[in-house]
């Protein structure tokens, strides 16, 4: 058990001397409190010593009782460590993280010099509360960004992410006890009215006005990858007499160079294509090398966005009569995802198709789109309760 005892001051020298200092300032007018009298002492889980002076003895007994169970139950923090700076520990945040991409930690920089170190850089990681957190949110909500624009849900969702994981890095750190950024209401994001849900001969139309690209737009229709990790597949990630494409890096644009990197989440994954859909793609793959890619621009390397959707992808929409759709090669993850659950694929299967960090995120995206059941489950009772009742009312035979 921790040790944590009081002591009287009232023999000590130095708080004699700041008796006799404020007995001085009281008589000429002086409204100060004495000095406390009663210090509580104790030693962190660092081995050093701490000290806090009280000045009554009820005072000091509840301050002893509250370290006693913070030491007792490991959620102490030493008072002086949640003095630091929020900007320090979002810059020991950013430095730690090893995991993500490139890009991913620029756009966590960017948005940490945009929206989090201007207003809580100075605050003491220590003093940020809840309602401070919730009346941030709301600036965020009802503030132009820095482009001048309204923030998306979206964008504000991330920065409330970024400042949680610095807060977090901070009580891993043991600089405060509990963060206070969660639960916090945060605007609905209107991705889910945006999304769209090819059937499979808007599909098939769309991709045969596509030309040269016919089987790369049936790759994002029918898989549900990224467009990213679409065009970093290699010939030798494909294995068509398993119906498997694996995906294990992606392209990034990084101030308008591609960057080969690692899968958004690292979630390394293998995609099942339709069988009809893989004999489509060995003339692709058949006789090249395997660090080749798969698909290419038309002068040869890795496939750019901006390009893409300029030479090839807006005539395909307008081809296909789709252009009230406001569709996007990303959208077509959505396509995937409505064709797979229509298909019967449970949510864990959906899941590993997109690279989803958690079952529960494939859920809140497209949890709607699978049946309900409901009917199913009723009817089962139904027929279980049918059999329970025609047994207890069934006529008893003469007992012999």
Known sequence: MARVWIEDRANHADYQAAMEKWQAAKREGSKRQPPGRWRVRWYGPDGL??????????????????????????????PQSGKAAVRLVADE???????????????YRELLDLYVIPKWGDWQVGAVQWADVSEWVNELCNTPGARGRPLSP???????????SVMKHAVRTHRIANSPVHDHDLPRSADEDDHVYLTHEQLETLADHAGRYQTFVRTLGYTGIRWGEAIAIKVGRTRLDDRRVRILQAYSDIDGHLELGPVKNHEKRSVPIPRSFADELRPLVAGRHRDELVFTAPEGGPMRYPNFRRRDWDKAVKAAALTGLSLTPHKLRHTAA???????????????????????MTLDVYGHLWPDRLDE?????????TAALAKLRAPVGPVD
């Open 49 to 78: 010593p701490k000290a806090k002076t009280c000045r009554t003895v009820p005072q000091a007994e509840a301050e002893q009782q509250a370290l006693l169970q913070k030491l007792d139950k490991g959620s102490y923090r030493d």
């Open 93 to 107: 945040w950013h430095g730690s993280l090893r995991k993500q991409g490139r890009r991913t930690k620029d756009d």
């Open 154 to 164: 979206s964008r504000i969702a991330k920065t409330y992410y970024v400042l949680s």
């Open 338 to 360: 409505s064709l797979a659950i229509a298909a019967g694929a449970d949510v864990k299967v959906v899941q590993t198709m997109l690279g989803h960090k958690s079952a529960a």
């Open 377 to 385: 489950v009723a009817d089962v009772l139904d027929a279980g309760r």
